[in-house]
């Protein structure tokens, strides 16, 4: 999870460096950017399920967090209201591009509603990135990979949230094509230890059991 967020966060980090002054983060739960955001002009929207984002709120209040004036809250259920329609009433500005984070959501997502957000995304201004993880196909892990993906599968499924979206690395490339962007980066765990692991004293590294991988695809 540190990982998947710093790895984000220096794409942010390069958009910002080229002039994006919006930052969407959806599914945002209790993502902490927005109160150390260190860009003086990056205006951070947070979307999320109104009830999910109602209890960080009471969180916020309990432990005394200050909310940033640059932080936007989009309480939104996507059954009754578009991604679009929720950024435009919350003051994002479609005619800016924007950099979206998307972290711990998309394996949980139908097919369609990964792909509407996808369109949505990819109507904005050149400029505009999306970075977010995945989850592996299950019949693409080995054995290992598929015993520890059906341990966790089974774990998130008690609680309610079953995974349902699976993608190969090829597949994930054609998907973001389709739906209009027109660079993709992909980062599997033995890119991510040499970006962010290698030479550590302490040995600390990702598993080499890879069961999702992290990706930025740019308008």
Do not use: C
Not at 73 to 94: I, R
Not at 101 to 130: E, K, N
């Amino acid at each position: 999870m540190a990982v998947r967020s710093r790895y984000t966060e220096d794409h942010l980090a390069a958009a910002v460096a080229e002039g994006v002054s919006q930052y969407v983060v959806l599914g945002a739960g209790l993502d902490t950017f927005a109160y150390r955001n260190p860009f003086a002009m990056l205006r951070v929207f947070e979307v999320d399920f109104p009830a999910t984002q109602e209890w960080k709120r009471t969180m916020l209040r309990k432990a005394e967090i200050a909310l940033p004036d640059a932080l936007i809250f989009v309480p939104m259920d996507l059954e009754h209201k578009t991604l679009a329609e929720g950024l435009s009433e919350a003051g994002f500005t479609a005619e800016l591009p924007a950099f979206f984070s998307w972290l711990g959501v998309v394996p949980y997502l139908t097919l369609d509603a990964f792909r509407a957000t996808l369109r949505t995304i990819a109507q904005l201004p050149g400029r505009t990135a999306l970075s977010f993880d995945y989850a592996l196909s299950p019949e693409t892990l080995t054995a290992v990979g598929r015993t520890a993906f059906d341990r966790l599968a089974g774990r998130v499924a008690a609680a309610g949230e079953p995974l349902q979206l699976f993608f190969t690395p090829e597949t994930l490339e054609e998907e973001l094509g389709r739906a209009g962007f027109k660079r993709v980066e992909q980062q599997d765990s033995d890119q991510l230890n040499e970006l962010y692991f290698k030479d550590r004293a302490d040995g600390l590294k990702l598993s080499a059991v890879g069961l999702a991988r992290v990706a930025t695809a740019w308008v």
